[in-house]
């Protein structure tokens, strides 16, 4: 028990799974594209950040010492991700007649709160983007005498400069080139801007002056400056959503490439530095119409969950029951089901807690994004029950494969449902595991799921004395009354649960 699994991981850039390998020892250095903060993120936007938390506590499990960076944009990101039209930033500050800097504040805390909301650890540092112009435009001038040309929109990236450009995304020439708009004086339809010079008689609330004029910085430039800045080139991991990998991160790399001097014949680098070792990128969610996304309108938001009666953790458990390399359906009816598994897990949690008063208090008092010094070796010095120990063992196996969290959730789900295992050290192993998936597992209660639908009809006080004039009434055997309590209980969206401490919930309604 003493080995664990080695970690494996997808790379987009080899299509394959390789062994997990930290270019410095015991330490993991990991970047994720952060959030545009136009808008509110859509459940889909989520799904990318409870994956990469996935990566970060399963690191951590393996014992790794994690330096996690995200990024908020709040400058740069065209309405196309395609490097054309309209920055996405001020055309909400002009379209809800706003300051743009009201709109980035508002939005980063909505995104913020849904981060803590899903329980995902914040990372080591936020890294904002307008803090970051002026070493943008530094990073400009190293490379633009070489890679760059100017026109009249602004400056550009020539990818012919670069080895390989589009490796990530497997496109070659002019090859899935649908998304990319022309722009009047591109050398190749594959450029794409550095920095995006503020139109005559244009007024920007957000633009900065340059040797190239005044303007603001392309979006893909911000991401290779703050990886670099915080993490250095190389790092180990850059992760992202599977859309990034077909236009953003490959013109990361290029400009990766540009500044290492990697396009040098005697570059001692290689042309086959790309910035970061590992490129990892979680699948869509999908609705019943297709790819979830902002620009088709009435997205679903974390907001609009919450406002459903519906936890956020069993969005969680939805994300963790597929891989997250595979598409992750979406509906009402989905999550409906993953909130009653959350409910069967927290029940089942009730039952084993009755049986062990003493809560392991070893986990409790270390912080979440603290290594676990290896999850395997934690659990050998806490638990010595064979079967456990097997349990424990393959679960590290699936989160070591790929961070296969739909196995990893099947000997999570057993540990807790088997009464045969010790209860203390069943406890002990459920809070172990609870580490990795980050459910909250030993927080919650049947309570903390009972929450109440915005358009609810009756209060909880009203519920609550509403059921004890039932039981007044199934005491005075006026079964009538009670009936008629119940009954008008239903209609108003509350189940009725005879028998159960918990007396009633909310029936949740999604379809």
Known sequence: MTDTAPLRLFNSLTRSVESFTPIMAGEARVYSCGPTVYNYAHLGNLRAYVFTDTLRRTLLWKGYAVTHIINITDVGHLTSDADAGDDKMEAAARAQAKSIWDIAAHYTDAFKSNIAALNIIEPSEWTV??????????FAKTIADRHCYEIDSGLYFDVSTVPDYGRLARTKDDEGEGRIDPVAGKRNTQDFAIWRKSAPGENRQMEWDSPWGKGAPGW?????VMSHAKLGHPFDIHTGGIDHREIHHPNEIAQNQAFCGCS?????VGAGFTGARWWMHNNFLVDRSGKMSKSKGGFTTLFSLIDAGVHPLAY????LSAHYRSELEFSGEIVGAALTRLKRLIITMEALRKRTPDEPVFLRKQEPSTALSSGLLLSQEHISDPKLIEQIRLFDEALADDLNTVRALTHFELVLSTKQFPADQALAAIAIMDKALGLNILALSRADL???PKDAQISEAEIEAELDRRQAARVAKDFAASDAIRDALIAKGVDVMDGDPLRWEWNIRLD
Do not use: F, G, K
Request: with cysteine; net charge negative.
């Open 316 to 319: 969680r458990l939805l994300c």
């Open 220 to 224: 893909h430039l911000e991401c290779s």
């Open 129 to 138: 983007a307008t803090d970051y112009v002026p070493q943008m435009i530094e």
């Open 264 to 268: 040098d014949a005697a570059s001692d």
């Open 450 to 452: 009972r929450l109440r």
